[in-house]
């Protein structure tokens, strides 16, 4: 395994700017969150790192609405804008060789039934999966605090109806902790057939406010044992959206933090 940071950590910086930053600090792995701000180009100089395409920009695909539209949107037209952007981030991660593109459910706006959101989101999570397949490329889909998918006992149940084998998991540690999914070593283990990207930050149960390392209840020694028993050879990627203001120095911080579990 290695460890890599996540580009939503860097919002107020050039996108080239962080990832020369970020491989001079001692990163081997970038994910990179098309965003608004900034186009990523297939020819991007990533400096040597490897990397995971998010998805989780806020108002890229709607400026007024947080997350929206989705693949759980009510109408077919909100669910195909959705659609169309995982499938340039598909386009996007096999130009880049990237290890996977990760993506969430998103939060209904409607009152559909759940079986109905249910078997809406694994209809498109399928397409998106055929799509990624010729392309050669892997699917992490990420159980979400708040949202349709937001445990992983749902994530079982959407994996089961999807049955893909392109389709994979990204486990967010802190949100494990946030929703009392313990030990967090459990589902690395559990899970790691359909394993593709692991998000890491620090939280406190029942919060999901992603936390500087040091500040909530995440026990890293568990997460990374877990990450060990699961033979896990992935990114382990830095999550820290909040702390672009001081985006350098946070990132210095966090891999000093991580560094001594990874030689453990």
């Known amino acids: 395994m290695f460890l890599g940071y996540n580009t939503n950590g860097f919002a107020h910086h050039r996108l080239e700017d962080a990832l020369a930053i970020l491989a001079e600090t001692g990163y081997r792995g970038v994910a990179l969150t098309p965003d608004v701000n900034h186009q990523v180009a297939a020819d991007l100089n990533l400096n040597s790192l490897r990397s995971v395409i998010e998805t989780g920009s806020r108002f890229l695909l709607d400026p007024r609405r947080k997350h929206q ?15 169309a952007f995982l499938d340039e981030c598909i386009e996007l991660a096999a130009a880049l060789k990237s290890d996977a593109v990760s993506f969430w459910s998103g939060s209904p706006i409607c009152d559909a039934t759940r079986s109905t959101l249910m078997i809406r989101l694994a209809e498109q999570c399928r397409r998106l999966a055929d799509r990624a397949s010729t392309r050669g ?24 109806l999807v049955d893909h084998p392109a389709f994979g998991l990204t486990l967010d540690v802190g949100h494990l902790v946030c929703q009392g999914e313990l030990p967090v070593s459990h589902h690395l283990v559990e899970w790691k057939h359909v394993l593709r990207n692991v998000h890491i930050e620090d939280m406190r149960r029942g919060v999901h406010d992603h936390l500087a390392f040091g500040e909530g209840d995440v026990d890293f020694a568990d997460v990374f044992a877990g990450l060990r028993a699961a033979n896990y050879t992935g990114g382990v990627y830095v999550e820290l959206s909040r702390h672009s203001h001081d985006a ?11 560094e001594p579990f990874l030689s453990e």
Do not use: Q, W
């Open 69 to 83: 539209p989705t693949l759980v949107s009510p109408s077919e037209s909100e669910r195909g804008l959705r659609f």
């Open 137 to 160: 490329v892997s699917l992490a889909f990420e159980p979400e605090p708040g949202m349709f998918i937001d445990t992983m006992e749902k994530y079982a149940e959407l994996h089961a």
């Open 248 to 258: 350098v120095n946070t990132a210095r911080r966090a891999k000093a933090f991580l």
